[in-house]
């Protein structure tokens, strides 16, 4: 009795100087936040499927790390490379030491979770491809003001390059969307291209894909997408690894 009162004593001390309580994240979505404010995925339809895709992750990081060179971070755009995209994956990027590390759904705050959870603990990519932000334009426990989305992305970034400080980091621009939002694509691209390609940090790079995905009138280019608008198709996937490959082939010095 007492050596269980003792280690229950430890574990509430524990937590107590962490300052940090142990969440059941598959009990229900994290509390509404800023975007720049970490919180885990929830599903819906399957209250097991974020914490499994983050398993996953952990799970490749234990495995592969040494292996990794090209490390692509970020939500649907990037996880649907595995489906959608899947034969441009294997063409370009498949057993070529690039990893996916992209999660339906996630917004800002998921990637910032992911982060401080492991994902990428002991990992030295030579190069990260950042793809996120359309999810925090939902109404729902992630969303944010454009001017909220940008500063949540400087969170990512300086943390990225806290972590893996010798890794070069592709920051890959927002996509035209078929609604509103499309202007906020706009403005947040734009805030982005200033603030980094004026950066000091030279390990930093902003890559504005919008143009390649609209057509010659300045519309959205719906033959690059799926029937939803706002995620690609095949040849999308095509379009991004024609200009992602030369800048990966430049920065890996190949």
């Not at 490749?60 to 090209?70: D, L, N």
């Not at 498949?94 to 992209?102: I, M, S």
């Not at 040849?235 to 030369?246: C, N, Q, T």
Request: glycine letters at 8%; aromatic letters at 10%.
């Amino acid at each position: 009795m007492f050596i269980k009162l003792l280690l229950v004593s430890l574990s509430l001390a524990v937590c107590l100087v962490s300052g940090e309580e142990e969440v059941d994240i598959t009990k229900g979505p994290p509390d509404y936040d800023k975007p720049w404010v970490e919180g885990w995925g929830f599903n819906k339809s399957d209250h097991q499927c974020w914490k499994k895709q983050h398993e996953h992750m952990l799970k490749q990081t234990k495995e592969h790390g040494s292996k990794i060179k090209v490390l692509f971070f970020g939500d649907s755009k990037t996880a649907r490379f595995l489906s959608e995209g899947k034969a441009v994956w294997d063409e370009h990027y498949a057993n070529k030491g690039c990893y996916n590390y992209g999660v339906r759904g996630d917004s800002t705050r998921q990637l910032l979770w992911r982060m401080h959870h492991k994902e990428f603990e002991g990992l030295a990519p030579k190069i990260t491809i950042l793809n996120v932000g359309g999810n925090n334009f939902k109404s729902n426990y992630n969303r944010g003001t454009d001017d909220e989305i940008i500063k949540a992305f400087k969170a990512i970034i300086k943390g990225l390059r806290e972590m893996m400080p010798k890794s070069e980091l592709v920051i890959v621009g927002e996509l035209p969307r078929k609604s509103k939002t499309d202007e906020r694509a706009r403005y947040i691209n734009d805030a982005l291209m200033k603030e980094y390609n004026e950066s000091s940090d030279k390990m930093i790079h902003f890559v504005d894909i919008f143009p390649k995905y609209r057509t010659n009138k300045d519309k959205q280019n719906l033959k690059l997408f799926i029937d939803d608008g706002f995620h690609l198709n095949e040849e999308g996937y095509k379009v991004l690894a024609h200009i992602l490959d030369p800048i990966i082939k430049k920065l890996l010095k190949e």
